[in-house]
């Protein structure tokens, strides 16, 4: 079975910022090696959406970071399909945040790792087997 593993918003950044220290040393290792990697479709808007709010700093605009964060860098793209939208409705009621759930949801639809810090993340049974450690 291949190894797919869908990283977290903050994560994807971090990794392609190469900032290793803010996640757990062997993830990096398992991000490089795995078969595919990449990101839900709206991690691109929560980072548009940071960059826009003055929380995040690009050295470009967030499209332009895009094209260097997503194929150059070897992440794909998952799209936000209508069996993953209804997947995320129908988590376990852990937190309401939209965007976190659609990760989520992407994650299982891929059976994926899904590699994040976020402590909530770890409060969802769907996860059990999926989240990395």
Not at 69 to 84: C, D, Q, R, V, Y
Not at 100 to 117: F, G
Request: charged share 20%; proline share 5%.
């Amino acid at each position: 079975m291949s190894q797919i593993i869908v990283l977290d918003t903050h994560i994807w950044f971090w990794f392609i910022n190469q900032q290793f220290d803010k996640f757990p040393t062997h993830w990096r290792e398992a991000i490089e090696t795995a078969d595919e990697v990449g990101i839900c479709v709206i991690s691109c808007y929560e980072i548009a959406l940071a960059q826009q709010r003055g929380r995040l700093e690009l050295p470009c605009t967030a499209n332009q970071w895009f094209q260097e964060a997503l194929k150059p860098a070897g992440i794909t793209l998952f799209p936000l399909t209508a069996e993953i939208a209804c997947r995320a409705v129908d988590l376990s009621p852990v937190h309401k945040d939209p965007f976190d759930r659609l990760i989520i949801a992407t994650t299982l639809e891929y059976q994926a790792k899904l590699a994040s810090i976020d402590g909530l993340f770890s409060q969802y049974s769907e996860l059990n087997t999926y989240l990395m450690k």
